[in-house]
Structure formats: C-alpha cells, structure tokens
C-alpha cells in the first residue's frame, strides 16, 4: 500500500506536468477543488 501512495504521488505529480504542457500542477488547496 505504501509503494502505491508512493507510486500515486510520483504518477500524479508528473503526469499533469505533460497534460499542462511542462507546467507544474496546482495543488488542489489553490485550485478550489477542496470546495
């Protein structure tokens, strides 16, 4: 379970950076997605 936070964590935080073109993600507190 711990490989897989690890593996999500890494997954999600390099794979918005190629939908957005190499821009770093907005974390989810300052996109208002927490709402």
Same mark, same amino acid.
């Given at each position: 379970? =711990? =490989?897989?936070? /690890?593996?999500?964590?890494?997954?999600?935080?390099? #794979? +918005?950076?190629?939908?957005l073109?190499? #821009? +770093?993600?907005?974390?989810? /507190?300052?996109? @208002?997605? @927490? /709402?």
């Open positions: 379970e =711990v =490989v897989i936070k /690890t593996w999500l964590k890494q997954y999600n935080h390099i #794979r +918005p950076h190629q939908a073109n190499m #821009r +770093p993600p907005v974390p989810e /507190t300052l996109s @208002g997605s @927490g /709402t």
